[in-house]
């Protein structure tokens, strides 16, 4: 895959990031809490060396129901310690002792009737507490920590499009005519195509014209999913971008026009020739999804470090939902993940192992 654009220049420090799966930890923020009352179970879940999609089997063959009756509002790293919101959908049952489920790699925090369904984004965002060990230097990660603290390229991280882009092949495919019937594998692949081309375009932005901006530019709101198109850009707009109360945008592609006008239109349509990308959005609108935007920055809210040692520094921030910790990391370092490393180690030797045997 292309290198994306770096904001701040490609980073000269080097760092590990996930030695340990403490190393990682996430906790997700629910924007509303339990009603109390209701056929649904929230679950609040404390998860260590699990994904998300195993703790999901694993309360559906607890609590017995089926699969479908078990959600989440967003997927979560294997090797992490995180903290998570499930739902499970039990009408007119007893409530099931949830403790009885504790275990070394997951425990139940806590617990609560709801009369709405859990769905996936259904949170304000996600706190992260990550520790960097053999930081090759510290002064200059603190320095470069501060020019992140202003913000950071929106980029959707690489665990989107799976190990060495799989998903973003197998999206490509499906456009060709690969039939795929699971549900949950063509939401991934879809999404996957339409990161991809955020990806591209908020690049391209950046390294032809920073944070500059461009007349028809599509503004969003800050905080919100709303956007409108600045026409024209007067002293009253360029205070409002400045005081971060609006946000320049990339689009997320689908049906319809870009709501993007005039020179910020015809900057991401060249985009769109250059990367040759016109199949992936034909597909995309194909599949029925519509034109939306995304922020083209993105401002790590609460960020503060500890340096523990000469080499080991521990962050802390906090991301809106849908945002992505290793795009706000790749701004500060070029980092190795150590469980990623081993994953790949481990492969290249069973692979050796079965050549060995045929």
Same mark, same amino acid.
């Given at each position: 895959m292309i290198e994306l654009t770096y904001l701040y220049g490609k980073?000269?420090?080097?760092? +590990?990031?996930?030695?340990?799966? /403490? +190393?990682?930890?996430?906790? #997700?923020?629910?924007?509303?809490?339990?009603?109390?009352?209701? #056929?649904?179970?929230?679950?609040?879940?404390?998860? +260590?060396?699990?994904?998300?999609?195993?703790? /999901?089997?694993?309360?559906?063959?607890?609590?017995?129901?089926?699969?479908?009756?078990?959600? &989440?509002?967003?997927?979560?790293d294997k090797n992490a310690v995180t903290e998570q919101w499930f739902g499970v959908r039990i009408p007119g049952k007893e409530t099931p002792d949830w403790q009885a489920m504790n275990s070394e790699s997951l425990t139940v925090l806590s617990s609560a009737r709801h009369a709405k369904k859990l769905r996936i984004g259904a949170l304000a965002g996600n706190r992260f507490k990550l520790t960097l060990r053999n930081v090759s230097d510290m002064a200059g990660m603190q320095a470069r920590i501060e020019q992140v603290k202003q913000g950071v390229p929106n980029y959707f991280g690489e665990q989107r499009f799976g190990h060495d882009g799989r998903n973003l092949d197998q999206g490509r495919k499906m456009f060709a005519g690969r039939k795929v019937k699971d549900r949950?594998?063509?939401?991934? &692949? $879809?999404? /996957?195509?339409?990161?991809? $081309?955020?990806?591209?375009?908020?690049?391209?932005?950046?390294?032809?014209?920073?944070? +500059?901006?461009?007349?028809?530019?599509?503004?969003?709101? /800050?905080g919100t999913r709303s956007f409108f198109v600045a026409e024209q850009w007067d002293e009253t707009l360029t205070r409002r971008l400045a005081e971060r109360d609006i946000l320049l945008s990339a689009p997320l592609w689908g049906r319809g026009a870009l709501p993007s006008q005039a020179e910020a239109a015809e900057f991401e349509q060249a985009v769109i020739s250059k990367y040759e990308l016109a199949a992936d959005c034909d597909g995309l609108e194909k599949a029925g999804l519509e034109q939306e935007r995304r922020n083209l920055l993105l401002c790590p809210e609460m960020m503060k470090y500890t340096v523990l040692d000469d080499t080991t520094i521990q962050l802390e921030f906090m991301l809106p939902s849908g945002c992505f910790a290793t795009s706000v990391l790749r701004e500060l370092c070029e980092y190795e993940d150590v469980q990623e490393r081993l994953f790949q180690e481990y492969l290249a030797a069973k692979q050796a192992e079965q050549a060995g045997q045929e």
């Open positions: 980073p000269g420090i080097t760092a +590990d990031l996930r030695t340990h799966n /403490a +190393d990682f930890q996430v906790q #997700e923020i629910l924007p509303f809490l339990p009603s109390g009352e209701g #056929e649904h179970h929230l679950l609040h879940i404390r998860k +260590d060396g699990l994904n998300t999609v195993q703790v /999901a089997k694993t309360l559906a063959e607890f609590a017995r129901v089926h699969p479908k009756e078990v959600t &989440y509002a967003g997927q979560k949950n594998k063509r939401s991934m &692949y $879809l999404s /996957a195509v339409r990161s991809n $081309l955020f990806n591209l375009i908020a690049s391209e932005r950046l390294a032809q014209k920073g944070t +500059d901006v461009l007349t028809g530019d599509c503004v969003m709101l /800050a």
